[in-house]
């Protein structure tokens, strides 16, 4: 069983930055579709970044050019890095983890909220 633990949430101010990562457990990391959804009040969740095992991106057009996903394979964790955030982006942010092909397993986190406010 894959837990998946977010951290770096908090309160930020418009144009400000935050980091959240992603700790994984688990031996099935390295061969995972990692991404990082939000889910604002009232909102659906959405999708925000994703990341193949290969590093190829995906992005939601709101945060592209000021949001950055990368992963360390070594360290089996995902990062989310946010600059130039906006009030918008306030949510709570869910690390997620999903298998392709064959062998499919998914994992959720628990949320960490970001919060960006003046």
């Known amino acids: 069983q894959v837990q998946l633990v977010e951290s770096g949430g908090g309160l930020v101010q418009p144009g400000g930055s935050l980091r959240l990562s992603c700790a994984a457990s688990?031996?099935?990391?390295?061969?995972?579709?990692m991404g990082w959804y939000r889910q604002a009040p009232g909102k659906q969740r959405e999708l925000v970044a994703r990341?193949?095992?290969?590093?190829?991106?995906n992005y939601a057009d709101s945060v592209k050019g000021r949001f950055a996903i990368s992963r360390d394979n070594a360290k089996n964790t995902v990062y989310l890095q946010m600059s130039s955030l906006k009030l918008e982006d306030t949510a709570v942010y869910y690390c997620?983890?999903?298998?392709?092909?064959?062998?499919?397993?998914?994992?959720w986190g628990q949320g960490t909220q970001v919060t960006v406010s003046s």
């Open positions: 688990g031996s099935i990391f390295s061969i995972a579709t």
């Open positions: 990341i193949t095992r290969g590093g190829s991106t």
């Open positions: 997620n983890l999903v298998t392709q092909g064959a062998f499919f397993y998914e994992a």
